[in-house]
């Protein structure tokens, strides 16, 4: 048994014998994986958003010392330990979000490939719990909202307009579009005055910085669409709603960090 994809396993299967829904079980398992991640990322939503209600008095620092590089960097680790903040913890999330997908997606494939005649009973057998084992004649259903959670984007969009294009286009643009909103609710927050602005706008590598946070807030939501379009539906179901959970947690946390002045 691997002990990191065994886990992803029975959970679909063991939530697809209690509802008979496999795409419903994606999501339900979706749900059940953030809620045990939550104490783990909880923190890191919380530190970042602080970071990003910093960010005046970090545009004050950078106003402050100008180009002494040094200085600056001393003045906004001391502003960070005073704040309790710790800036690189931010990158928390993402990591997991990755880590656990790729496990997802080991299990995914897995499952479907049996379910498709590409894969083997055994293997199967081998991750499963005991009261969850099956036998040669198991098939998943594979069928959601009418469509084929085998199917990538690529194959369903070449076939020829349908009403089988709803849930492709719903899940991956969707997918991106989530992905936007999620960088959107991570960026500094923009209200700053003239002179700050004025002196920043000075620093080229701050000019920089700056352009590569707006060039990944677009480029990550174009990454996701086109690595999409030859991911499975069952995997950009996972995608889609694992994103929208990440949103919500992270306005759930802004919500409740905002402090008096934010108000």
Do not use: H
């Not at 004025?198 to 707006?214: G, H, L, Q």
Request: charged residues 15%; glycine residues 6%.
């Amino acid at each position: 048994m691997n002990l990191f994809i065994a886990p992803f396993v029975n959970a679909l299967f063991g939530v697809y014998y209690l509802i008979g829904d496999f795409g419903l079980s994606i999501i339900i398992v979706t749900i059940v994986i953030r809620l045990i991640l939550l104490p783990l990322v909880m923190p890191s939503l919380k530190s970042a958003q602080k970071i990003r209600e910093l960010q005046p008095k970090l545009n004050k620092l950078k106003e402050k010392f100008g180009s002494d590089k040094k200085a600056l960097a001393t003045a906004q680790m001391e502003l960070y330990k005073i704040e309790g903040v710790n800036p690189m913890s931010g990158c928390l999330p993402q990591i997991l979000q990755i880590a656990v997908l790729l496990l997802f997606f080991s299990a995914f494939n897995m499952v479907t490939n049996f379910s498709s005649g590409k894969g083997s009973l055994d293997q199967v057998n081998a991750q499963l719990i005991q009261s969850f084992k099956i036998d040669q004649s198991f098939k998943f259903d594979l069928n959601f909202l009418g469509s084929n959670l085998l199917q990538t984007p690529a194959k369903i969009f070449t076939q020829g307009f349908s009403v089988g294009w709803i849930l492709p286009f719903i899940l991956l643009v969707g997918s991106g579009a989530l992905q936007f909103w999620s960088a959107k609710l991570m960026m500094p927050a923009p209200k700053v005055s003239e002179s700050i602005v004025k002196e920043t706008n000075k620093d080229k590598e701050d000019d920089m910085m700056a352009a590569m946070r707006t060039q990944s807030t677009y480029f990550m939501p174009l990454m996701t669409i086109f690595i999409g379009w030859n991911f499975s539906l069952g995997l950009l179901l996972y995608w889609f709603t694992t994103s929208g959970l990440m949103i919500v947690q992270q306005l759930v946390v802004n919500k409740m960090n905002k402090t008096p002045q934010s108000r």
